[in-house]
Protein backbone atom coordinates (compact mmCIF):
# COMPACT_ATOMS: atom_id res chain seq x y z
CA UNK A 1 0.00 0.00 0.00
CA UNK A 2 1.34 3.61 -0.84
CA UNK A 3 1.77 5.71 1.89
CA UNK A 4 0.09 9.35 1.66
CA UNK A 5 2.22 12.44 2.09
CA UNK A 6 3.25 13.03 5.14
CA UNK A 7 1.88 10.12 6.81
CA UNK A 8 3.48 7.13 8.72
CA UNK A 9 1.77 4.16 10.66
CA UNK A 10 5.20 3.96 12.44
CA UNK A 11 3.92 6.81 14.99
CA UNK A 12 6.45 5.51 17.33
CA UNK A 13 9.35 6.77 15.34
CA UNK A 14 8.91 10.59 14.61
CA UNK A 15 12.68 10.79 13.63
CA UNK A 16 11.57 9.04 10.34
CA UNK A 17 8.92 11.13 9.59
CA UNK A 18 11.26 13.97 9.73
CA UNK A 19 13.70 12.66 7.75
CA UNK A 20 10.95 11.87 5.02
CA UNK A 21 9.74 15.35 5.48
CA UNK A 22 13.20 17.06 4.53
CA UNK A 23 13.42 14.41 1.97
CA UNK A 24 9.90 15.74 0.18
CA UNK A 25 10.86 19.56 0.61
CA UNK A 26 13.83 18.81 -1.29
CA UNK A 27 12.07 17.43 -3.79
CA UNK A 28 9.08 19.91 -3.83
CA UNK A 29 12.03 22.84 -4.08
CA UNK A 30 13.48 21.09 -7.79
CA UNK A 31 9.94 20.88 -8.47
CA UNK A 32 8.77 24.43 -7.67
CA UNK A 33 12.20 25.87 -9.32
CA UNK A 34 11.01 24.13 -12.71
CA UNK A 35 9.46 26.83 -15.00
CA UNK A 36 6.14 24.40 -15.09
CA UNK A 37 5.50 24.15 -11.77
CA UNK A 38 5.29 20.53 -11.93
CA UNK A 39 7.39 18.00 -12.28
CA UNK A 40 7.39 14.12 -12.20
CA UNK A 41 9.24 13.97 -8.99
CA UNK A 42 6.39 15.34 -6.86
CA UNK A 43 5.22 13.44 -3.98
CA UNK A 44 4.04 9.68 -4.41
CA UNK A 45 0.80 9.86 -2.84
CA UNK A 46 -0.50 12.78 -4.83
CA UNK A 47 -2.01 12.40 -8.29
CA UNK A 48 -1.53 14.73 -11.38
CA UNK A 49 -5.02 16.13 -11.04
CA UNK A 50 -4.83 17.33 -6.96
CA UNK A 51 -3.53 20.84 -6.79
CA UNK A 52 0.00 21.22 -6.23
CA UNK A 53 -0.80 22.88 -2.75
CA UNK A 54 -3.29 20.57 -1.50
CA UNK A 55 -2.55 16.70 0.03
CA UNK A 56 -5.19 14.22 -0.82
CA UNK A 57 -4.59 12.94 2.84
CA UNK A 58 -5.03 14.70 6.01
CA UNK A 59 -8.49 14.18 8.24
CA UNK A 60 -7.37 17.43 10.02
CA UNK A 61 -8.11 21.01 9.29
CA UNK A 62 -6.62 23.36 7.05
CA UNK A 63 -4.11 26.03 8.20
CA UNK A 64 -2.02 28.55 6.97
CA UNK A 65 2.03 28.29 7.68
CA UNK A 66 4.00 30.92 7.21
CA UNK A 67 7.17 29.30 7.77
CA UNK A 68 6.22 26.95 4.94
CA UNK A 69 9.36 26.33 2.57
CA UNK A 70 6.90 25.46 -0.26
CA UNK A 71 4.63 28.18 0.22
CA UNK A 72 1.47 26.02 0.73
CA UNK A 73 -1.33 24.79 2.70
CA UNK A 74 -1.16 22.08 5.22
CA UNK A 75 -3.66 20.95 7.27
CA UNK A 76 -2.64 20.09 11.43
CA UNK A 77 -1.59 16.30 12.31
CA UNK A 78 -4.58 14.75 13.88
CA UNK A 79 -2.07 12.29 15.83
CA UNK A 80 -0.61 15.39 17.58
CA UNK A 81 -1.55 14.33 20.76
CA UNK A 82 -0.25 10.34 20.51
CA UNK A 83 1.83 10.15 24.07
CA UNK A 84 4.48 8.33 22.72
CA UNK A 85 5.52 11.03 20.46
CA UNK A 86 6.26 13.60 23.28
CA UNK A 87 9.87 14.24 24.50
CA UNK A 88 10.07 15.91 28.02
CA UNK A 89 14.03 15.53 28.02
CA UNK A 90 13.79 17.68 25.10
CA UNK A 91 12.15 20.77 25.99
CA UNK A 92 13.86 24.14 26.59
CA UNK A 93 12.31 26.69 28.76
CA UNK A 94 13.79 30.36 28.44
CA UNK A 95 11.93 33.31 30.31
CA UNK A 96 11.60 36.44 28.03
CA UNK A 97 11.55 40.60 29.56
CA UNK A 98 7.88 39.76 30.94
CA UNK A 99 8.94 36.98 32.85
CA UNK A 100 6.55 34.30 30.96
CA UNK A 101 8.02 30.81 30.13
CA UNK A 102 8.49 29.59 26.47
CA UNK A 103 9.03 25.86 25.20
CA UNK A 104 11.41 24.56 22.97
CA UNK A 105 12.08 21.69 21.26
CA UNK A 106 16.35 21.44 21.03
CA UNK A 107 15.95 18.44 18.84
CA UNK A 108 13.49 20.14 16.35
CA UNK A 109 15.05 23.46 16.59
CA UNK A 110 18.33 21.28 15.11
CA UNK A 111 16.40 19.48 12.59
CA UNK A 112 14.65 22.50 11.60
CA UNK A 113 17.83 24.40 11.00
CA UNK A 114 19.16 21.87 8.98
CA UNK A 115 16.16 22.19 6.99
CA UNK A 116 16.11 25.59 6.09
CA UNK A 117 19.48 24.51 5.37
CA UNK A 118 19.07 22.55 2.93
CA UNK A 119 16.53 24.71 0.99
CA UNK A 120 19.05 27.54 1.14
CA UNK A 121 21.65 25.66 -0.44
CA UNK A 122 19.62 24.73 -2.64
CA UNK A 123 18.18 28.16 -3.77
CA UNK A 124 21.13 30.06 -3.33
CA UNK A 125 24.07 27.59 -4.20
CA UNK A 126 25.87 29.00 -1.61
CA UNK A 127 27.83 25.84 0.54
CA UNK A 128 25.74 24.03 3.36
CA UNK A 129 28.06 25.37 6.04
CA UNK A 130 27.94 28.68 5.54
CA UNK A 131 24.55 28.88 5.91
CA UNK A 132 25.03 26.75 8.60
CA UNK A 133 26.97 29.66 10.73
CA UNK A 134 24.60 32.34 9.31
CA UNK A 135 21.67 30.75 10.66
CA UNK A 136 23.42 29.86 13.97
CA UNK A 137 24.30 33.27 14.38
CA UNK A 138 20.37 34.35 13.76
CA UNK A 139 19.32 32.02 15.94
CA UNK A 140 22.25 33.28 18.83
CA UNK A 141 20.49 37.14 18.35
CA UNK A 142 17.27 36.00 18.71
CA UNK A 143 17.58 33.64 22.03
CA UNK A 144 19.94 36.91 23.43
CA UNK A 145 16.93 39.01 22.60
CA UNK A 146 14.38 36.57 24.51
CA UNK A 147 11.71 37.00 22.20
CA UNK A 148 8.78 34.81 21.39
CA UNK A 149 10.31 31.58 19.36
CA UNK A 150 8.78 30.55 16.30
CA UNK A 151 9.00 26.80 14.98
CA UNK A 152 9.19 25.24 11.36
CA UNK A 153 6.85 23.07 9.64
CA UNK A 154 8.14 19.94 11.28
CA UNK A 155 7.06 20.69 14.54
CA UNK A 156 3.42 20.32 13.58
CA UNK A 157 3.80 16.81 14.83
CA UNK A 158 4.21 18.28 18.77
CA UNK A 159 2.32 21.25 18.35
CA UNK A 160 -0.42 20.88 20.89
CA UNK A 161 2.44 19.62 23.11
CA UNK A 162 3.81 22.84 22.73
CA UNK A 163 0.45 24.51 23.57
CA UNK A 164 0.61 23.13 26.67
CA UNK A 165 3.59 23.60 28.04
CA UNK A 166 3.21 27.51 26.58
CA UNK A 167 0.37 27.90 29.31
CA UNK A 168 1.21 29.43 32.67
CA UNK A 169 3.68 27.35 34.83
CA UNK A 170 2.82 27.35 38.53
CA UNK A 171 5.31 29.30 40.53
CA UNK A 172 6.54 27.93 43.70
CA UNK A 173 5.60 29.44 47.14
CA UNK A 174 8.84 30.86 47.28
CA UNK A 175 8.80 32.90 44.13
CA UNK A 176 5.54 33.91 45.30
CA UNK A 177 5.40 37.78 46.74
CA UNK A 178 4.18 37.35 50.37
CA UNK A 179 1.49 40.34 49.95
CA UNK A 180 -0.13 37.76 47.19
CA UNK A 181 -0.65 35.33 49.97
CA UNK A 182 -1.33 36.19 53.54
CA UNK A 183 -1.06 33.53 55.73
CA UNK A 184 -3.81 33.44 58.70
CA UNK A 185 -2.44 36.03 61.42
CA UNK A 186 -3.89 34.68 64.96
CA UNK A 187 -3.59 38.32 67.28
CA UNK A 188 -4.59 36.48 70.45
CA UNK A 189 -3.98 33.74 72.22
CA UNK A 190 -7.11 32.00 74.18
CA UNK A 191 -7.66 32.99 78.09
CA UNK A 192 -6.01 30.70 80.47
CA UNK A 193 -7.41 30.54 84.06
CA UNK A 194 -4.61 28.49 85.38
CA UNK A 195 -1.99 29.75 87.39
CA UNK A 196 1.59 29.48 86.28
CA UNK A 197 4.41 29.02 88.67
CA UNK A 198 7.26 29.21 86.14
CA UNK A 199 7.62 30.80 82.62
CA UNK A 200 10.23 30.79 79.90
CA UNK A 201 10.50 33.34 77.39
CA UNK A 202 13.04 32.51 74.18
CA UNK A 203 13.75 34.66 71.10
CA UNK A 204 16.54 35.17 68.51
CA UNK A 205 16.80 39.00 70.07
CA UNK A 206 18.14 39.93 72.94
CA UNK A 207 15.97 39.96 76.35
CA UNK A 208 18.40 41.91 78.74
CA UNK A 209 16.47 45.06 78.72
CA UNK A 210 13.85 43.47 80.95
CA UNK A 211 16.49 43.16 83.59
CA UNK A 212 18.20 45.76 86.07
CA UNK A 213 15.45 48.35 85.67
CA UNK A 214 16.83 52.19 86.64
CA UNK A 215 15.33 53.12 90.15
CA UNK A 216 13.37 55.58 88.43
CA UNK A 217 11.94 52.93 86.07
CA UNK A 218 11.16 50.75 88.54
CA UNK A 219 9.26 53.26 90.81
CA UNK A 220 7.03 55.16 87.97
CA UNK A 221 6.37 51.00 87.02
CA UNK A 222 4.88 50.32 90.40
CA UNK A 223 2.92 53.68 90.10
CA UNK A 224 1.75 53.21 87.00
CA UNK A 225 0.32 49.74 88.78
CA UNK A 226 -1.42 51.50 91.22
CA UNK A 227 -2.97 54.06 89.33
CA UNK A 228 -3.60 51.56 86.68
CA UNK A 229 -2.06 53.28 83.77
CA UNK A 230 -0.90 52.11 81.22
CA UNK A 231 1.02 53.54 78.30
CA UNK A 232 1.10 52.90 74.48
CA UNK A 233 3.87 51.70 72.82
CA UNK A 234 4.63 51.20 68.94
CA UNK A 235 3.97 48.43 66.51
CA UNK A 236 8.00 47.21 66.90
CA UNK A 237 11.15 48.79 68.91
CA UNK A 238 14.51 48.88 67.31
CA UNK A 239 16.40 49.69 70.67
CA UNK A 240 14.18 48.28 73.33
CA UNK A 241 16.94 48.79 75.89
CA UNK A 242 16.85 52.27 75.30
CA UNK A 243 13.26 52.65 75.77
CA UNK A 244 12.27 54.00 79.60
CA UNK A 245 8.19 53.40 78.61
CA UNK A 246 8.99 49.45 77.99
CA UNK A 247 10.78 48.62 80.71
CA UNK A 248 8.47 50.72 82.78
CA UNK A 249 5.37 48.81 81.65
CA UNK A 250 7.24 45.51 82.32
CA UNK A 251 7.74 46.52 85.93
CA UNK A 252 4.05 47.03 86.02
CA UNK A 253 3.29 43.96 84.98
CA UNK A 254 5.29 41.57 87.39
CA UNK A 255 3.32 43.52 90.10
CA UNK A 256 0.71 41.73 91.80
CA UNK A 257 -0.99 41.50 95.59
CA UNK A 258 -0.88 38.88 98.36
CA UNK A 259 -2.11 38.49 101.91
CA UNK A 260 -1.19 37.18 104.63
CA UNK A 261 2.72 38.11 103.54
CA UNK A 262 5.74 36.40 105.28
CA UNK A 263 8.83 37.22 103.94
CA UNK A 264 10.60 33.90 105.02
CA UNK A 265 7.63 31.96 103.92
CA UNK A 266 6.75 31.15 100.29
CA UNK A 267 3.26 31.32 100.78
CA UNK A 268 2.37 29.67 96.95
CA UNK A 269 2.19 26.75 96.19
CA UNK A 270 -0.03 25.75 99.39
CA UNK A 271 -0.83 22.35 97.71
CA UNK A 272 1.99 19.37 98.69
CA UNK A 273 4.37 22.02 99.80
CA UNK A 274 5.13 21.04 103.12
CA UNK A 275 8.76 20.64 101.46
CA UNK A 276 9.10 24.35 101.52
CA UNK A 277 7.65 25.01 104.69
CA UNK A 278 9.82 22.13 106.65
CA UNK A 279 12.06 23.62 108.85
CA UNK A 280 10.83 27.24 108.58
CA UNK A 281 10.07 29.20 112.20
CA UNK A 282 6.09 29.19 112.46
CA UNK A 283 5.29 30.97 116.04
CA UNK A 284 1.88 30.52 115.42
CA UNK A 285 1.98 26.61 115.11
CA UNK A 286 1.45 26.27 118.75
CA UNK A 287 -0.09 29.73 120.14
CA UNK A 288 -3.88 29.86 119.83
CA UNK A 289 -3.82 33.77 119.83
CA UNK A 290 -1.69 34.24 117.31
CA UNK A 291 -3.35 31.67 114.95
CA UNK A 292 -6.84 33.85 115.77
CA UNK A 293 -5.16 36.86 115.18
CA UNK A 294 -4.24 35.24 111.48
CA UNK A 295 -7.54 34.48 110.46
CA UNK A 296 -9.43 37.99 111.76
CA UNK A 297 -6.87 39.54 109.17
CA UNK A 298 -7.11 36.91 106.89
CA UNK A 299 -11.45 37.07 106.93
CA UNK A 300 -11.41 41.47 106.54
CA UNK A 301 -9.25 40.59 103.43
CA UNK A 302 -11.38 38.58 101.97
CA UNK A 303 -14.53 40.09 102.76
CA UNK A 304 -13.11 43.04 100.82
CA UNK A 305 -11.66 41.31 98.19
CA UNK A 306 -15.45 40.08 97.30
CA UNK A 307 -16.69 43.71 97.75
CA UNK A 308 -13.98 44.91 95.08
CA UNK A 309 -15.28 41.90 93.02
CA UNK A 310 -19.06 43.02 93.33
CA UNK A 311 -18.17 46.55 92.67
CA UNK A 312 -16.41 45.17 89.19
CA UNK A 313 -13.41 47.02 90.88
CA UNK A 314 -11.39 43.83 91.00
CA UNK A 315 -11.67 41.52 87.70
CA UNK A 316 -10.97 37.87 90.11
CA UNK A 317 -8.70 36.72 93.12
CA UNK A 318 -7.16 33.15 94.06
CA UNK A 319 -7.51 31.20 97.36
CA UNK A 320 -5.04 29.01 98.03
CA UNK A 321 -5.31 26.40 101.02
CA UNK A 322 -3.24 23.63 101.68
CA UNK A 323 -5.96 21.32 100.20
CA UNK A 324 -7.98 23.13 97.36
CA UNK A 325 -7.96 26.49 95.32
CA UNK A 326 -10.99 28.69 94.75
CA UNK A 327 -10.97 31.20 91.82
CA UNK A 328 -13.62 33.76 92.16
CA UNK A 329 -14.56 35.60 88.90
CA UNK A 330 -16.34 39.00 88.33
CA UNK A 331 -19.05 39.36 86.39
CA UNK A 332 -18.34 39.75 82.52
CA UNK A 333 -15.59 37.27 82.57
CA UNK A 334 -14.89 34.10 81.22
CA UNK A 335 -18.22 34.46 79.42
CA UNK A 336 -20.60 34.15 82.59
CA UNK A 337 -23.57 36.70 83.50
CA UNK A 338 -22.68 36.96 87.23
CA UNK A 339 -19.98 36.10 89.85
CA UNK A 340 -18.76 32.47 89.75
CA UNK A 341 -16.33 30.57 91.89
CA UNK A 342 -14.43 27.20 90.74
CA UNK A 343 -13.08 24.73 93.39
CA UNK A 344 -10.60 22.38 92.49
CA UNK A 345 -9.92 19.46 93.99
CA UNK A 346 -13.01 18.65 95.86
CA UNK A 347 -13.93 15.75 98.03
CA UNK A 348 -17.24 13.85 99.00
CA UNK A 349 -16.93 15.59 102.99
CA UNK A 350 -16.41 19.55 101.50
CA UNK A 351 -19.34 19.01 99.43
CA UNK A 352 -21.59 17.52 101.73
CA UNK A 353 -20.88 20.59 103.93
CA UNK A 354 -21.20 23.08 100.96
CA UNK A 355 -24.61 21.58 100.56
CA UNK A 356 -25.26 21.38 104.74
CA UNK A 357 -24.80 25.13 104.23
CA UNK A 358 -27.62 25.51 101.60
CA UNK A 359 -24.81 26.54 98.67
CA UNK A 360 -25.85 25.18 95.18
CA UNK A 361 -23.06 24.18 93.11
CA UNK A 362 -22.44 21.94 90.14
CA UNK A 363 -20.02 19.67 88.57
CA UNK A 364 -18.96 20.82 84.99
CA UNK A 365 -17.31 17.83 83.99
CA UNK A 366 -19.40 15.26 85.19
CA UNK A 367 -22.48 16.57 83.74
CA UNK A 368 -20.91 17.21 80.52
CA UNK A 369 -19.71 13.46 80.47
CA UNK A 370 -23.48 12.25 81.68
CA UNK A 371 -25.13 14.37 78.46
CA UNK A 372 -22.54 12.75 76.31
CA UNK A 373 -23.27 9.33 77.23
CA UNK A 374 -27.08 10.39 76.79
CA UNK A 375 -25.98 11.56 73.30
CA UNK A 376 -24.22 7.92 72.53
CA UNK A 377 -26.80 5.61 75.13
CA UNK A 378 -29.86 7.12 75.35
CA UNK A 379 -31.30 4.38 77.97
CA UNK A 380 -28.88 5.52 80.59
CA UNK A 381 -30.69 8.33 81.27
CA UNK A 382 -34.22 5.83 82.09
CA UNK A 383 -32.07 3.85 84.45
CA UNK A 384 -30.59 6.85 86.41
CA UNK A 385 -34.36 8.05 86.78
CA UNK A 386 -35.69 4.42 87.52
CA UNK A 387 -32.64 4.18 90.05
CA UNK A 388 -33.89 7.90 91.70
CA UNK A 389 -37.08 6.95 92.12
CA UNK A 390 -36.10 3.88 94.23
CA UNK A 391 -34.27 5.65 96.37
CA UNK A 392 -36.69 8.79 96.69
CA UNK A 393 -39.30 5.26 98.17
CA UNK A 394 -36.77 4.18 100.45
CA UNK A 395 -36.77 7.69 101.65
CA UNK A 396 -40.54 7.76 102.12
CA UNK A 397 -40.17 4.14 103.69
CA UNK A 398 -37.72 5.52 106.07
CA UNK A 399 -40.31 8.41 107.59
CA UNK A 400 -43.15 5.90 108.25
CA UNK A 401 -43.89 5.18 111.50
CA UNK A 402 -44.11 1.09 110.62
CA UNK A 403 -40.56 0.28 110.28
CA UNK A 404 -40.80 -3.01 110.00
CA UNK A 405 -43.10 -3.64 107.30
CA UNK A 406 -40.92 -0.93 105.62
CA UNK A 407 -37.73 -3.26 105.91
CA UNK A 408 -39.70 -6.45 105.53
CA UNK A 409 -40.32 -4.49 101.85
CA UNK A 410 -37.43 -3.48 101.67
CA UNK A 411 -35.65 -6.90 102.39
CA UNK A 412 -38.16 -8.41 99.74
CA UNK A 413 -36.89 -6.16 97.41
CA UNK A 414 -33.42 -7.15 97.74
CA UNK A 415 -34.16 -10.86 97.76
CA UNK A 416 -35.78 -10.39 94.43
CA UNK A 417 -32.94 -8.43 93.03
CA UNK A 418 -29.30 -9.46 94.51
CA UNK A 419 -29.91 -12.54 96.36
CA UNK A 420 -33.09 -14.69 94.31
CA UNK A 421 -30.02 -16.96 93.00
CA UNK A 422 -29.13 -17.28 96.41
CA UNK A 423 -32.46 -18.78 97.40
CA UNK A 424 -32.52 -20.82 94.14
CA UNK A 425 -29.86 -22.88 95.57
CA UNK A 426 -31.34 -23.15 99.42
CA UNK A 427 -28.23 -21.65 101.05
CA UNK A 428 -29.84 -17.97 101.35
CA UNK A 429 -29.72 -18.06 105.24
CA UNK A 430 -26.12 -19.58 105.20
CA UNK A 431 -24.27 -16.56 103.35
CA UNK A 432 -24.34 -12.82 105.42
CA UNK A 433 -26.23 -10.27 103.29
CA UNK A 434 -24.79 -6.73 103.24
CA UNK A 435 -25.86 -4.17 106.09
CA UNK A 436 -27.64 -0.70 105.23
CA UNK A 437 -23.97 0.90 105.18
CA UNK A 438 -22.21 -1.50 102.95
CA UNK A 439 -25.07 -0.80 100.61
CA UNK A 440 -25.32 2.38 100.81
CA UNK A 441 -21.10 3.04 100.23
CA UNK A 442 -21.57 1.00 97.28
CA UNK A 443 -24.28 3.25 95.99
CA UNK A 444 -21.92 6.75 97.02
CA UNK A 445 -18.73 4.47 95.69
CA UNK A 446 -18.93 6.94 92.43
CA UNK A 447 -19.03 10.48 93.76
CA UNK A 448 -16.48 9.04 96.11
CA UNK A 449 -14.00 8.36 93.36
CA UNK A 450 -13.79 11.86 91.97
CA UNK A 451 -12.29 12.79 94.71
CA UNK A 452 -8.79 15.06 94.11
CA UNK A 453 -9.59 14.09 90.89
CA UNK A 454 -9.90 17.06 87.82
CA UNK A 455 -13.46 16.09 87.78
CA UNK A 456 -14.51 17.48 91.14
CA UNK A 457 -14.14 20.59 90.10
CA UNK A 458 -17.40 22.65 91.57
CA UNK A 459 -18.88 25.73 89.66
CA UNK A 460 -20.78 28.09 92.08
CA UNK A 461 -22.45 31.09 91.03
CA UNK A 462 -24.64 33.97 91.76
CA UNK A 463 -25.69 35.32 94.62
CA UNK A 464 -24.65 31.79 96.44
CA UNK A 465 -20.65 32.70 96.09
CA UNK A 466 -21.61 35.55 98.93
CA UNK A 467 -22.91 31.74 100.87
CA UNK A 468 -19.72 30.46 99.77
CA UNK A 469 -17.77 33.29 101.10
CA UNK A 470 -19.08 33.01 104.58
CA UNK A 471 -18.79 29.11 104.58
CA UNK A 472 -14.91 29.58 104.18
CA UNK A 473 -14.53 32.61 106.70
CA UNK A 474 -16.39 29.87 109.28
CA UNK A 475 -14.80 26.61 107.56
CA UNK A 476 -12.53 25.18 110.72
CA UNK A 477 -11.13 22.30 107.97
CA UNK A 478 -9.65 25.40 105.62
CA UNK A 479 -6.18 25.42 107.89
CA UNK A 480 -4.60 22.82 108.51
CA UNK A 481 -4.78 21.73 112.42
CA UNK A 482 -1.67 19.65 112.25
CA UNK A 483 2.05 19.54 110.05
CA UNK A 484 3.90 22.56 108.69
CA UNK A 485 1.27 24.48 107.70
CA UNK A 486 -0.74 23.98 110.68
CA UNK A 487 -2.17 27.02 111.68
CA UNK A 488 -1.50 29.36 108.60
CA UNK A 489 -4.57 30.70 106.47
CA UNK A 490 -4.89 29.98 102.95
CA UNK A 491 -3.64 32.58 100.73
CA UNK A 492 -5.51 35.35 98.72
CA UNK A 493 -3.57 36.28 95.10
CA UNK A 494 -5.28 39.44 93.37
CA UNK A 495 -4.24 41.84 90.50
CA UNK A 496 -5.01 44.89 92.49
CA UNK A 497 -4.94 45.56 96.10
CA UNK A 498 -7.17 45.32 98.56
CA UNK A 499 -7.72 45.60 102.22
CA UNK A 500 -4.48 44.00 103.93
CA UNK A 501 -2.35 42.82 100.98
CA UNK A 502 1.64 43.41 100.16
CA UNK A 503 2.30 44.22 97.03
CA UNK A 504 5.05 41.49 95.49
CA UNK A 505 6.73 41.20 92.17
CA UNK A 506 7.44 37.92 90.40
CA UNK A 507 11.08 37.44 89.69
CA UNK A 508 13.23 37.75 86.40
CA UNK A 509 16.33 36.83 84.99
CA UNK A 510 17.78 37.32 81.37
CA UNK A 511 20.36 34.88 80.43
CA UNK A 512 22.25 34.50 76.80
CA UNK A 513 22.45 31.02 75.47
CA UNK A 514 24.09 29.17 72.48
CA UNK A 515 21.32 26.78 71.23
CA UNK A 516 22.12 24.25 68.22
CA UNK A 517 19.66 24.15 65.38
CA UNK A 518 20.46 21.43 62.58
CA UNK A 519 24.55 21.68 62.14
CA UNK A 520 25.13 25.06 63.42
CA UNK A 521 24.87 27.29 66.98
CA UNK A 522 22.35 30.16 67.49
CA UNK A 523 22.20 33.00 69.89
CA UNK A 524 18.78 32.60 71.85
CA UNK A 525 17.50 35.17 74.71
CA UNK A 526 16.07 33.66 77.40
CA UNK A 527 13.74 35.16 80.00
CA UNK A 528 12.71 33.55 82.98
CA UNK A 529 9.72 34.26 85.62
CA UNK A 530 9.11 32.79 88.18
CA UNK A 531 6.25 33.37 90.90
CA UNK A 532 2.63 33.07 91.17
CA UNK A 533 1.77 34.25 87.44
CA UNK A 534 -1.93 35.64 87.57
CA UNK A 535 -3.57 35.14 83.94
CA UNK A 536 -3.62 39.13 83.37
CA UNK A 537 0.04 39.09 84.26
CA UNK A 538 0.88 36.62 81.12
CA UNK A 539 -0.87 38.26 78.52
CA UNK A 540 0.31 42.10 79.64
CA UNK A 541 3.81 40.67 79.65
CA UNK A 542 3.43 38.85 76.47
CA UNK A 543 1.86 41.79 74.78
CA UNK A 544 5.02 43.83 75.63
CA UNK A 545 7.45 40.93 74.11
CA UNK A 546 5.70 41.49 71.01
CA UNK A 547 6.97 44.88 69.70
CA UNK A 548 10.47 44.83 71.39
CA UNK A 549 11.24 41.17 70.12
CA UNK A 550 9.49 41.83 66.61
CA UNK A 551 6.82 39.45 66.88
CA UNK A 552 9.28 36.30 67.03
CA UNK A 553 9.01 34.49 70.44
CA UNK A 554 8.05 31.07 72.40
CA UNK A 555 7.28 30.80 75.59
CA UNK A 556 7.24 27.47 77.59
CA UNK A 557 4.51 27.64 80.66
CA UNK A 558 4.45 25.68 83.95
CA UNK A 559 1.18 25.10 85.45
CA UNK A 560 0.29 24.78 89.01
CA UNK A 561 -1.57 21.36 88.38
CA UNK A 562 -4.62 21.98 90.28
CA UNK A 563 -5.46 25.11 88.62
CA UNK A 564 -5.56 23.03 85.13
CA UNK A 565 -9.15 23.20 84.73
CA UNK A 566 -10.15 26.42 86.06
CA UNK A 567 -10.72 26.79 82.17
CA UNK A 568 -13.83 24.31 82.33
CA UNK A 569 -16.94 26.28 81.04
CA UNK A 570 -19.67 27.30 83.42
CA UNK A 571 -23.53 26.90 82.75
CA UNK A 572 -24.68 30.30 82.67
CA UNK A 573 -22.57 31.84 79.87
CA UNK A 574 -25.24 34.22 78.28
CA UNK A 575 -23.17 37.51 78.63
CA UNK A 576 -22.07 39.15 75.00
CA UNK A 577 -19.18 40.74 74.62
CA UNK A 578 -18.73 44.53 75.71
CA UNK A 579 -22.32 44.70 77.98
CA UNK A 580 -20.12 44.25 81.14
CA UNK A 581 -18.18 47.30 82.05
CA UNK A 582 -15.32 46.24 83.44
CA UNK A 583 -13.33 49.34 82.68
CA UNK A 584 -12.30 50.36 86.31
CA UNK A 585 -11.29 46.90 87.68
CA UNK A 586 -7.61 47.96 87.32
CA UNK A 587 -6.53 46.03 84.36
CA UNK A 588 -5.37 46.79 80.55
CA UNK A 589 -8.14 46.91 77.94
CA UNK A 590 -6.77 43.81 76.31
CA UNK A 591 -6.75 41.87 78.87
CA UNK A 592 -10.06 42.40 80.05
CA UNK A 593 -10.93 41.54 76.57
CA UNK A 594 -9.24 38.74 76.12
CA UNK A 595 -10.21 37.46 80.13
CA UNK A 596 -14.03 38.11 78.41
CA UNK A 597 -13.92 35.16 76.10
CA UNK A 598 -15.23 31.56 77.58
CA UNK A 599 -12.11 29.54 77.69
CA UNK A 600 -12.08 26.66 75.09
CA UNK A 601 -9.24 24.64 77.05
CA UNK A 602 -11.52 22.49 78.60
CA UNK A 603 -9.97 20.70 81.79
CA UNK A 604 -6.25 21.77 80.22
CA UNK A 605 -4.27 24.54 80.44
CA UNK A 606 -1.50 26.22 78.41
CA UNK A 607 1.57 24.79 77.93
CA UNK A 608 3.74 26.41 75.00
CA UNK A 609 3.22 29.89 72.98
CA UNK A 610 4.91 30.83 70.22
CA UNK A 611 4.77 33.65 67.71
CA UNK A 612 6.09 34.12 64.79
CA UNK A 613 5.83 37.34 62.68
CA UNK A 614 3.25 38.52 64.83
CA UNK A 615 0.96 35.80 64.77
CA UNK A 616 0.41 33.23 68.06
CA UNK A 617 0.42 29.52 68.17
CA UNK A 618 -0.22 27.53 71.44
CA UNK A 619 -0.12 24.16 72.63
CA UNK A 620 -2.36 22.72 75.50
Given at each position: ?????????????????????????????????????????????????????????????????????????????????????????????????????????????????????????????????????????????????????????????????????????????????????????????????????????????????????????????????????????????QDPKSCSELRCAFQQSLAYWQHPSLPWISLFPRINAERSFTGKSSPWAQDTALQQSLM?????????????????????????????????????????????????????????????????????????????????????????????????????????????????????????????????????????????????????????????????????????????????????????????????????????????????????????????????????????????????????????????????????????????????????????????????????????????????????????????????????
Open positions: MSQQAGYSPSFKRPAEIMRMRRKRARSEAGVFSSPSGQGSTASPGQSDSSPANVRPFSPGPLFHSQNRSGGGIKRRNPFANIENTFSPKKKLLIYNDEGNAEAADSLKMNRSTEKEGDDMSTKTGLPFSAILNEVEKQEHQHMSSKKCLTFSEDDSLFEEEEEDVKSPLLKSPQAIAPASIAPPVCTAYPADWSLKTRVLFTSPLSLSWAEHPKAQEEALGISQHCRAQFSTLPHSLREWSVSLSSLYSLLKARLCPYFYLCSYQFTVLFRATGLGGSSSISALISPTTRGLREAMKAEGIEFSLPLVEERRKSREQQNPSVDQREEEEEQKEKARECCELKEDDEDCQAGDEGEDEDGDFSWLKEMGIQDKIKKPDSISIQLRKEGHTVSLDHKPESVVCVEGSHTFTLINFLINCKSLVASAGSQAGLPPTLLAPVAFRGATMHTLKARSVNVKSQIGSTYQNISSLEITGPILPSSLHTVTTLLRPAQKGNFSATLYTHAPTAVMNTHTTQQLVTDGSVDLSGCGLHPASIQQLQQPSNLGKTALTHINMNNYSYTWRN
